[in-house]
């Protein structure tokens, strides 16, 4: 399978642990792109990747996220000192320069994150 | 006021109508636009893109306004297959750089 894979898919953890993602994109693509989705709301931007360069924060995006993309391949979105609003299916995205002007982002399956 | 604006519905039609979506943009250098489809627990995927000129891809017709900053996607002929979350989005260039932003997606169900 050469789409783009997440890790965990699953994730339930208790409020103030901290939990890691991790994305691995389509190996060609130089975009990663995270987004946070709840129930009955669209994928909202959190963070852009271009190569190894994050270009672009979300003003959503808390001190207590951060997210790496440390050889330009996979990345990493982590949370710390969770809290139950952080509870949400984190999806990231992969394109070329190219797919991006034509909209097409290849999402992975998502990591969902339940915190009790 | 959000960047992309969509009716959440849901649309509940019968096999066979022809429904309609729409969907309004509130920032103006946004460059292009397209419909996502997204399935019940699954990952949004790419259905159409909008251009100024309308396109048809099947029985999926999409629509743009620029002026009025409003986009509609048409269904004919609608399949059961088609219950899904269609999602509205628009390629927002800012800070330098392209990104997508998303609608919050109007559900359509189809029942036989």
């Known amino acids: 399978d050469t789409g783009v894979s997440q890790d965990p898919r699953h994730k339930i953890t208790k409020r103030g642990q901290n939990v890691t993602f991790r994305c691995d994109p389509i190996s060609e693509h130089n975009r990663l792109y995270w987004y946070r989705q709840t129930l009955g709301q669209g994928p909202e931007f959190l963070t852009y990747?271009?190569?190894?360069?994050?270009?672009?924060k979300s003003r959503l995006l808390s001190d207590r996220f951060s997210a790496e993309r440390p050889k330009g391949s996979f990345s990493t979105l982590e949370i710390q000192r969770t809290e139950q609003g952080d509870s949400a299916m984190y999806l990231c995205?992969?394109?070329?320069?190219?797919?991006?002007?034509?909209?097409?982002?290849?999402f992975g399956e998502g990591s969902r994150l339940t915190v009790l | 006021r959000k960047e992309v604006e969509q009716d959440p519905g849901p649309f509940n039609v019968p096999e066979g109508a022809t429904v309609a979506f729409n969907c309004t943009y509130s920032?103006?250098?946004?460059?292009?636009f397209f419909w996502y489809r997204q399935d019940c627990r699954k990952e949004p995927k790419l259905l159409m893109s909008?251009?100024?000129s309308g396109n048809e891809d099947g029985r999926f017709t999409a629509q743009l306004n620029r002026a009025s900053q409003y986009i509609s996607l048409l269904i004919r002929d609608s399949k059961l297959s088609d219950s899904a979350t269609y999602l509205c989005v628009v390629n927002l260039f800012s800070g330098g750089y392209n990104k997508l932003i998303f609608g919050a997606g109007t559900r359509l169900a189809v029942h036989p």
């Open positions: 909008v251009y100024s």
């Open positions: 995205a992969s394109s070329s320069k190219g797919q991006l002007y034509t909209g097409e982002l290849f």
């Open positions: 920032n103006s250098a946004s460059q292009s």
């Open positions: 990747f271009q190569n190894e360069a994050q270009l672009e």
